[in-house]
T-cell receptor
Framework: GAVVSQHPSWVICKSGTSVKIECRSLDFQATTMFWYRQFPKQSLMLMATSNEGSKATYEQGVEKDKFLINHASLTLSTLTVTSAHPEDSSFYIC?????????????FGSGTRLTVV | QQPVQSPQAVILREGEDAVINCSSSKALYSVHWYRQKHGEAPVFLMI?????EQKGHEKISASFNEKKQQSSLYLTASQLSYSGTYFCGTLHSGNTPLVFGKGTRLSVIA
């Protein structure tokens, strides 16, 4: 089945620094990837839709200058949290859909737990 | 628009059954069900594409009532491994992002 690889699994960074999270579709091409954020005991909230070769579409309330998304190829999307602060600490998950496969399920990466200290 | 899930939480003994509901105020294109264990990413369970569709895998099944804009997930003869938070994700049209409900926390005890 479709596999989405996300790295790193966890990261601890100092306040004010930037962190990059990678999301790769391993055995399929993903023209669209989705980035979610999940706070403890809450649901997954969509942050943005990443489109290959074009600008990402951000959900209301998500700062596009803070959460930079780059989708440079059909298999890689990156999320960079710039000037991270403790309130950015969360579980970040990417998702992609393999439209060539049967089932049309959205596959999720393993997630990245970000802790800003 | 975020779908509404019920119940918010449920505790079962091994072997008991449970039903989790997911409803939307807008017409649905498809419904996706996921289970998430603590600290892990969601794992895809199944997708329902057509009104009236029912499907299952082992002792977990789901139905989709397109007219009522709702879906239900059925867990039969629950096992300890079924514990986790179940999310329904809904699509209102083709290649759009999934919008998740707030989740149902299921705990199966021995």
């Amino acid at each position: 089945g479709a596999v989405v690889s996300q790295h790193p699994s966890w990261v601890i960074c100092k306040s004010g620094t930037s962190v990059k999270i990678e999301c790769r579709s391993l055995d399929f091409q993903a023209t669209t990837m989705f980035w979610y954020r999940q706070f403890p005991k809450q649901s997954l909230m969509l942050m943005a839709t990443s489109n290959e070769g074009s600008k990402a579409t951000y959900e209301q309330g998500v700062e596009k200058d803070k959460f930079l998304i780059n989708h440079a190829s059909l298999t890689l999307s990156t999320l960079t949290v710039t000037s991270a602060h403790p309130e950015d600490s969360s579980f970040y998950i990417c998702s992609a859909r393999d439209t060539t496969g049967v089932g049309y399920g959205y596959t999720f990466g393993s997630g990245t737990r970000l802790t800003v200290v | 628009q975020q779908p509404v899930q019920s119940p918010q939480a449920v505790i079962l003994r091994e072997g008991e059954d449970a039903v989790i509901n997911c409803s939307s105020s807008k017409a649905l294109y498809s419904v996706h069900w996921y289970r998430q264990k603590h600290g892990e990413a969601p794992v895809f369970l199944m997708i329902l594409l057509k009104g009236g569709e029912q499907k299952g895998h082992e002792k977990i099944s789901a139905s989709f009532n397109e007219k009522k804009q709702q879906s239900s997930l059925y867990l039969t003869a629950s096992q300890l491994s079924y514990s986790g938070t179940y999310f329904c994700g809904t699509l209102h049209s083709g290649n759009t992002p999934l919008v998740f409900g707030k989740g149902t926390r299921l705990s199966v005890i021995a």
